[in-house]
């Protein structure tokens, strides 16, 4: 099942320029997490929030979470080439604790 | 350094075969996680335990696929008879979970293919 969907589904950016990815998900949820993938690679977790929280910053990552519209937000600040990846974001679905992601947004960042 | 590892990194095998891939958490990690990776299909979710006990596998075949915890240390995820719509990278993660589910620490992957 497919609990989180980002948009877009790709996204290319110049060097320099702020990326912003968004989420959005069907139920309720205690927190919601964004990570990162390089090609060929693992997931690397990147910032979790959770479900009373409205606002997170890490870095240049500015993630937001609206419960009301079940939605979230990933912004990269001041891109570099190195962002380049796929992001994706993943829920988890009540008591049982699963971690359900969605498809991803590929970021190229052109340098 | 604390990492996932998970073996083989790749497997090429022919249809009907026996896939055997093989996790080991981080150490003190109390759930483990499996998720096939594809191009259409996304991270789908086949497997998880927490203190080694199974909560979900709803998302696997249950026909072909089997997956355990023998130990603390071991994972492991089996494909019996395997199929070329088997054919996918296979993650292992793990996480230590209190209330919540927290952030999770993903292996290399495991690429199979099935000729």
């Known amino acids: 099942s497919q609990q989180g969907e980002e948009d877009p589904q790709a996204l290319s950016i110049q060097e320099g320029e702020n990326a912003t990815m968004n989420c959005s998900y069907k139920?309720?949820?205690?927190?919601l997490q964004w990570y990162r993938q390089n090609s060929g690679r693992g997931l690397v977790h990147l910032i979790l929030?959770?479900?009373?929280?409205r606002e997170k910053h890490s870095g240049r990552l500015r993630v937001t979470l609206d419960t009301s519209k079940k939605s979230s937000s990933l912004l990269i600040t001041a891109s570099r080439a190195a962002d380049t990846a796929s992001y994706f974001c993943?829920?988890?679905?009540?008591?049982?604790?699963?971690?359900?992601f969605g498809k991803g947004t590929k970021l190229s960042v052109k340098p | 350094d604390a990492r996932v590892t998970q073996t083989p990194r790749h497997k090429v095998t022919e249809m009907g075969q026996e896939v055997t891939m093989r996790c080991q958490p981080i150490?003190?990690?109390?759930?483990v996680f499996w998720y096939r990776q594809t191009m259409m299909q996304g991270l789908e979710l086949l497997a998880y335990?927490?203190?080694?006990?199974?909560?979900?596998d709803s998302g696997m075949p249950k026909d072909r696929f089997s997956a355990e915890m023998p130990d603390a240390t071991l994972a492991t995820l089996k494909i019996q008879p395997s199929e070329p719509r088997d054919s996918a990278v296979y993650f292992c993660?793990?996480?230590?979970?209190?209330?919540?589910?927290?952030?999770?620490?993903f292996g290399e992957g495991s690429r199979l293919t099935v000729l």
């Open positions: 993660a793990s996480g230590l979970q209190g209330i919540n589910t927290g952030e999770l620490f």
């Open positions: 139920t309720s949820i205690n927190n």
């Open positions: 929030i959770r479900s009373n929280e």
């Open positions: 993943a829920t988890d679905e009540g008591s049982q604790g699963n971690l359900i």
């Open positions: 150490l003190g990690h109390n759930t």
């Open positions: 335990f927490r203190n080694r006990a199974p909560l979900d």
